[in-house]
């Protein structure tokens, strides 16, 4: 049982970051065909609520939103990884309890944390920023944020906790009100720091 929520696990890291691609978050289930011991096989099965048609059209709405939105980018380059958390948010006005996609953020306007994640990732991503979405939990409940690389220094940032003001946090200041994978993301030992629009590192 443990092995199959690991694996789950394994395969729901994997969709969050590939956000241009799981435009529909699927249900993942995971089976144990045979074996016993340390041999097993395990199925996954990936089950999805829109056709494959529909799927393609999100994802082609989704890669012209990003272009529009990157192309708005002019700070420079230091500060890029921050503009581009701002634009997330700007597009993404509305906040949603259900799970959502970086299609949902940034074509539909709508997004949980999860959704918000992944459209930062979709936007790091066309810029060649490093960034990963991680999987964790807030004060026990569900949530997703990124990490992301600024100045040489990988960051925690949660978008869903933001404003116009940023904050940038070290893994840390991360512990006292979330958990994590630690071993499945990058050390962030910079000392955190807090970012306004217009400012210079």
Request: aromatic share 8%; proline share 2%; hydrophobic share 35%.
């Amino acid at each position: 049982r443990q092995r199959q929520m690991c694996i789950r696990d394994s395969v729901c890291s994997a969709c969050l970051n590939q956000p241009q691609l799981v435009v529909d978050f699927p249900a993942i289930d995971v089976t144990v065909y045979s074996g016993d011991g340390s041999q097993k096989i395990f199925g996954v099965t990936l089950r999805y609520g829109i056709s494959e048609s529909a799927v393609n059209d999100r994802r082609t709405q989704l890669d012209g939103r990003v272009r529009t939105l990157t192309s708005t980018l002019t700070a420079g380059e230091q500060e890029t990884p921050l503009q581009a958390a701002l634009i997330v948010m700007r597009a993404s006005e509305q906040r949603v309890t259900t799970v959502s996609t970086a299609y949902d953020a940034l074509v539909s306007g709508t997004a949980d944390s999860c959704g918000l994640a992944m459209a930062y990732k979709a936007v790091c991503d066309a810029l060649n920023i490093p960034c990963q979405v991680v999987s964790g939990r807030f004060q026990g409940t569900e949530r997703c944020w990124n990490v992301v690389q600024i100045g040489g220094n990988y960051y925690h940032l949660d978008l869903s906790m933001q404003s116009e003001t940023l904050w940038l946090r070290s893994d840390e200041s991360m512990r006292t009100t979330y958990q994590w994978d630690a071993e499945s993301c990058p050390a962030c030992t910079g000392q955190s720091f807090i970012w306004r629009e217009g400012q210079k590192l």
